[in-house]
């Protein structure tokens, strides 16, 4: 356990230290987003949930939902700035970032219960769970600061999430040693997860940075942000 919230805590410390690069950071983080619903969430969420028409209709519903609350500005945070370190003429405005992150402290609880599911089932697979979610658990940190710092909050703001990020996922972990949710359950969440970041990442923040302005790094941070995702995955299983 303590290995995962060190790999949260030192995946959100490099975006903290590097914030001129918040662009390329917020650039990996669409890939992971994208990467975690596709190549972790629907997966998972399809095993557990056992219908697969009704699962992928959680994932569209929740997909159209936050839409729909992005696009009517019911999640629409005051104005930042991305682009500091690109030329003056452009200006991004990923309206959900900040939303994203308080997303990903939903998911790091599911993980938390995840390590507790492996501890249950044996010294192996708990190992190998958590060696899994520490590499993951690294992304997760990356993501969750710049998301913070790209809505141009002050870096208190994303140490005190990335902090949250750490919490609950020992919250997660402790509640799933103590009361084990119902599959269906946690594969309903997965899902619906999956659908709010597909959009964030996706339909938000991919077509937000795929500009002229520093566009070959951006789409290379973002395709490493799915490398890594799908490497983890690969491990895990």
């Known amino acids: 356990m303590a290995l995962v919230m060190a790999a949260t805590v030192v995946g959100g410390m490099v975006p903290l230290h590097f914030r001129q690069e918040s662009r390329l950071f917020l650039a990996f983080s669409a890939g992971t987003l994208v990467g975690l619903s596709l190549g972790e969430l629907v997966p998972e969420g399809l095993a557990e949930a056992g219908d697969a028409h009704l699962a992928m209709a959680v ?13 009517l500005h019911i999640l629409h945070p005051h104005p930042h700035r991305l682009a500091e370190c690109c030329p003056s003429e452009e200006h991004l405005h990923p309206p959900l970032a900040i939303h994203g992150a308080f997303g990903l402290l939903v998911h790091s609880a599911l993980d938390g219960a995840a390590l507790a599911a492996g501890i249950r089932q044996g010294l192996g697979p708990a190992l190998a769970v958590a060696v899994a979610l520490a ?3 690294l992304g997760d940190g990356v993501t969750t600061v710049s998301l913070v710092l790209a809505h141009h909050h002050p ?11 750490a919490l609950l996922l020992a919250l997660g972990y402790t509640l799933g040693l ?60």
Do not use: E, W
């Open 135 to 137: 590499a993951h658990k």
């Open 155 to 165: 870096p208190l703001q994303a140490t005190r999430m990335l902090a949250g990020n």
């Open 178 to 237: 103590l009361v084990p949710l119902p599959q269906s359950l946690v594969g309903h969440v997965l899902l619906a997860l999956a659908g709010f970041f597909l959009y964030l990442g996706a339909s938000d923040l991919i077509p937000s940075l795929s500009t002229p302005v520093c566009r070959k790094r951006d789409v290379l941070a973002t395709a490493l942000g799915v490398a890594l995702v799908v490497a983890v995955v690969a491990l895990a299983h």
């Open 59 to 71: 994932v569209l519903a929740a997909f159209v939902a936050t839409m729909a609350a992005d696009k």
